[in-house]
């Protein structure tokens, strides 16, 4: 069982917006620390924002002030709300969970246990 998958990737023009989702198998998934991630091909997997069992957000400097993430505890899926979208945003989005309740300010990719397979977006100029 997958235990995160992400939805709502696709393509848009530049400044359009786009919001991810990432549906947890099981409960337990969102209350960990979670966060999205971007990879674009030939680069590592980098950190976009987390949020934390107590609603605390920290954001990539590349995305602070157009991208929102939040949590839906009701719905067990995590969202990643994407606006004034550029073209430098275009990779492959991911949603992961760290067993903790506190990320700990954590943008590594190594500090994160469970992984969703990915959503391509794609941002043209």
């Known amino acids: 069982q997958v235990p995160l998958l992400e939805s709502g990737g696709g393509s848009v023009q530049a400044g359009g917006s786009l919001r991810l989702s990432c549906a947890a198998a099981a409960y337990g998934y969102i209350t960990y620390c979670t966060a999205w991630f971007r990879q674009v091909p030939g680069k590592a997997r980098e950190g976009v924002a987390t949020i934390d069992s107590a609603g605390t957000t920290r954001y990539a400097d590349s995305v602070n002030a157009r991208f929102t993430i939040s949590k839906d505890y009701a719905k067990s899926t995590l969202y990643l709300q994407m606006n004034s979208l550029k073209p430098e945003d275009t990779a492959t989005y991911y949603c992961?969970?760290?067993?903790?309740?506190?990320?700990?300010?954590?943008?590594?990719?190594?500090?994160?246990?469970?992984w969703g397979q990915g959503t391509q977006v794609t941002v043209s100029s």
């Open positions: 992961a969970a760290r067993v903790r309740s506190s990320c700990s300010g954590s943008l590594q990719t190594r500090d994160f246990d469970y």
